[in-house]
């Protein structure tokens, strides 16, 4: 009698018609085949074996660079579950217009069958996931990104307890191109796309869209969240996870180079894009990364800005969409001061200055997690790693002061779904306008986002020792429009300060917003910044927030009574807390 994913898999046969089936069981062999028939395709060309080994580069079809949001569509009975900032699609229509598209879809074509855990192979956190799909693309990377095969197929047996995960290239046109979520189903479709967003499943579409439903069911939490050690002097590391919008320097800060290493502050990396958590045992969130690999943005990444990363993908990493060097060894721009000599843009076209970017925007790397030289002793700990704060940021130019904390739980709540930044590459449609992305979660929540307030006040309420909540912006500007904190490395000083506030040990001013370190507080020895540039770093200018405050009223109001009255309170106490800082005294 066949098992539950063998008769999933005849079903789907049946409807895409493939000419042939490749069970994958994620050995070495079986990689070699699947580099091989990428080359053959014709859009992935080896690198310079000898520089970077077992490396790749990938070119997309230009109309398929990017998470396409305006097509990915949560499918639930009920409109309201999939909530204002999701587009929402009735199960029985989403299965009917990309049922249509699936009929046939793979013929002439081969459909893998990829059978992958998320999370460390021995945890109990961990879940399973089946992706069937017709691109060696997405087999390459998905065995980089998870742990794929038999270790999988031996775990999940003659179980039916895994996510389905349907994709198929189609035709690639973006008229034809859908991601669709059927939550109450636990199951995705992904047709007419082979970026990674939208094609690796396993990835946004069930790490985060899918298992942020299984955890508001489950009382666990499914978030958008490196996970990093901080060690101290004395040895002990301290967990943080940190939501941030793509592009807003998440991998960066994952993988950092502490500029304080000298005084004893590391930083370990446990994962530098998403996070499962649940309450341990220990009355701690425990946190593990589902994911076995990076899939990080590559323009802006340098030696300076992310040596650890710089030195793991130089073996066993694919490439997609950057430009290509006379050595036959990948470029972007921002990986060097100058631009080589005989560039090869991200389409295959010779490049001049005068041709745009060489390498595309949102071109990627897909590196495995383990080569990282910063990776944690414990990133693959089956009980996961205890979490002692939560920091949100985003790109703020004028608005939000370098560092400041929650005055508890339910503030770090509101402060985590007011969270705004400008808006980058990593997804299609305009850049530099910013859009508020709360918990950084706003492109990937499974269903309503009032809902996911109330269970994070919810989980508050369930973890004896919950983490807690700091907000962040490396990216305030002066009045010359240049950033005031110099980042990277340096970012390890705010850490200090959160590490020492979640100790008790660090002075803060309190301010309507929260808690803002006092001028002394921060460990500033050996960094080129001045007090007045701290001050313009620390302000907060209740005028301005108070603009703030009727802008997030207003998105507010997209939520309706479905808002949690925790959340009503909260924003009330602020506009009450501006109003009396805006009084100036006699």
Request: one cysteine or more; aromatic letters at 10%; proline letters at 7%.
């Amino acid at each position: 009698m066949s098992t539950p994913l063998e008769q999933w898999v005849e079903s789907v046969t049946r409807m895409t018609r493939p000419e042939r089936i490749v069970w994958c069981d994620g050995s070495e062999q079986e990689a070699v085949r699947i580099q091989q028939q990428m080359v053959r395709e014709g859009r992935t060309l080896p690198l310079n074996q000898e520089t970077y080994p077992n490396c790749f580069l990938h070119r997309s079809d230009p109309s398929d660079v990017a998470r396409t949001e305006k097509v990915t569509f949560i499918c639930t009975r009920d409109r309201e579950a999939a909530g204002p900032t999701n587009n929402w699609m009735a199960p029985s229509d989403a299965k009917k217009i990309l049922g249509d598209l699936f009929r046939g879809s793979m013929k002439g074509r081969t459909m893998y069958v990829i059978p992958y855990i998320l999370g460390p192979a021995a945890s109990s956190q961990s879940r399973l996931g089946v992706e069937l799909t017709d691109s060696a693309y997405v087999v390459a990377n998905m065995r980089i990104m998870t742990r794929m095969g038999k270790v999988a197929l031996d775990r999940l047996g003659n179980s039916s307890d895994f996510v389905p995960g349907l994709h198929s290239l189609g035709d690639l046109n973006p008229d034809r191109r859908y991601i669709a979520h059927f939550p109450e189903e636990k199951t995705i479709w992904s047709i007419g796309s082979g970026y990674g967003g939208n094609a690796l499943l396993g990835k946004k579409c069930f790490a985060l869209r899918i298992a942020s439903w299984m955890a508001r069911e489950q009382c666990w939490m499914a978030e958008h969240m490196l996970i990093l050690g901080l060690e101290s002097p004395s040895g002990k590391v301290t967990y943080m996870a940190a939501a941030f919008p793509s592009s807003c320097g998440k991998t960066n800060l994952a993988m950092m180079v502490s500029a304080l290493e000298n005084q004893g502050y590391r930083v370990w990396t446990v994962g530098d894009d998403i996070a499962w958590m649940q309450v341990g045992s220990d009355g701690y969130l425990r946190a593990i990364s589902p994911e076995a690999g990076f899939f990080g943005v590559a323009p802006g990444t340098n030696e300076k800005t992310n040596s650890n990363v710089m030195t793991a993908l130089r073996k066993n990493s694919i490439f997609t969409n950057t430009a290509l060097t006379i050595l036959n060894e990948p470029w972007w721009e921002g990986l060097d001061d100058d631009s080589p000599k005989g560039l090869v843009d991200w389409q295959g076209r010779a490049w001049t200055p005068s041709s745009g970017p060489a390498a595309h925007p949102n071109s990627r790397y897909t590196v495995p997690a383990h080569q990282t030289p910063s990776i944690s002793p414990r990133w693959e700990d089956p009980a996961g790693v205890p979490i002692s704060a939560f920091i949100f940021g985003g790109r703020r130019a004028r608005l939000a002061p370098l560092v400041y904390e929650a005055k508890n739980w339910q503030h770090g709540v509101y402060v985590a779904a007011t969270m705004a930044s400008e808006t980058t590459a990593a997804a299609t449609g305009a850049v530099g306008v910013t859009r508020r992305d709360p918990m950084a979660m706003l492109p990937f929540c499974g269903y309503n986002m009032a809902d996911y307030f109330r269970h994070w006040i919810e989980m508050g309420q369930r973890i004896p020792h919950p983490p807690r909540i700091f907000h962040v912006n490396w990216f305030r500007k002066g009045a010359d429009g240049k950033f005031l904190w110099p980042g990277y490395g340096e970012n390890v000083r705010v850490l200090k300060w959160i590490l020492e506030r979640i100790e008790d040990k660090a002075a803060a001013t309190e301010t309507p917003i929260g808690l803002v370190p006092t001028p002394d507080a921060l460990t500033l020895d050996g960094l080129d910044v001045s007090s007045t540039t701290m001050e313009q770093l620390l302000n907060v200018d209740p005028s301005e927030w108070s603009k703030e405050h009727a802008d997030i009223g207003k998105f507010f109001q997209e939520f309706g009574d479905r808002l949690p009255d925790e959340i009503r309170d909260e924003h009330a106490r602020l506009g009450e807390r501006l109003r009396r800082a805006a009084v100036v005294p006699k």
